[in-house]
């Protein structure tokens, strides 16, 4: 079971962390995702860390502002999202997959999160 929190409503500029924490399965054999989903449109991939955290890919629309990382001892992944911009607005919702190779699509992806909304203000 995948529990996300962190969400609410910041400024433009600003910054929020996103917590995602498993529970039933051990963080190290997964590789975590992160998605999200803007009202009206289509679900979009954010950010994956594979499973030992050596590998991580991020959608080019976050590089630079978004980092991903992991804490195995809380079991838990994070999304560190600074300079937010108003189309940042979403749903961010976490995922978890037992393939072995990295993948930014999230039929690949088994299990989800139940979403935490992010509210940037213009």
């Known amino acids: 079971q995948l529990q996300a929190s962190g969400g609410g409503l910041v400024q433009a500029g600003g910054s929020v962390r996103l917590s995602c924490t498993l529970s039933g399965r051990i963080l190290s054999l997964l590789n975590m995702a992160w998605f999200r989903q803007a009202p009206g449109k289509e679900r979009e991939f954010v950010a994956v860390?594979?499973?030992?955290?050596?590998?991580?890919k991020y959608a080019d629309f976050v590089k630079g502002r978004f980092t991903i990382s992991r804490d195995m001892d809380k079991n838990t992944v994070y999304l560190q999202m600074n300079s937010l911009k108003f189309e940042d607005t979403a749903v961010y919702y976490c995922a978890a997959s037992t393939i072995v190779a990295v993948s930014t699509t999230d039929v690949r992806y088994r299990n989800w999160g139940q979403g935490t909304l992010v509210t940037v203000s213009s």
């Open positions: 860390t594979s499973r030992t955290g050596s590998t991580t």
